[in-house]
Nanobody, 121 residues
């Protein structure tokens, strides 16, 4: 129903910032909760952040709370993840996801292709 394309990943040093973007098409953007998940080599998939359909509620994993900010612009069919104070342990492939409930990982049914974030110490 919806296609998701991430961008904005890259290689940075610890303490730097990045903003990831996810452009959605092929669906009604405002009907989806949106989120970001990440997966590092050898580690299980991890929920990073989620945001409700109209941006009224946001959810973060403890590991990124206070450093990352998720937002969305429904006029642009785009969700963002601002990542500040990046740490080497943030290194992962970041996936944009769309689903039903922002705070429930299992409800995210649509995935983007992922964008690599690498943080060097």
């Amino acid at each position: 129903q919806v296609q998701l394309v991430e961008s904005g990943g890259g290689s940075v040093q610890a303490g730097d910032s990045l903003r990831l973007s996810c452009a959605a098409s092929g669906g009604t953007f405002s009907s989806y909760a949106m989120g970001w998940l990440r997966q590092a080599p050898g580690k299980e998939r991890e929920f990073v952040a989620g945001i409700s359909r109209f941006g009224g509620s946001a959810y973060y994993s403890d590991s990124v709370k206070g450093r990352f900010t998720i937002s969305r612009d429904n006029t642009k069919n785009t969700v963002y993840l601002r990542m500040n104070s990046l740490k080497p342990e943030d290194t992962a492939i970041y996936y944009c996801v769309a689903g039903r409930v922002a705070g429930q990982t299992a409800s995210y049914d649509y995935w983007g292709q992922g964008t690599q974030v690498t943080v060097s110490s």
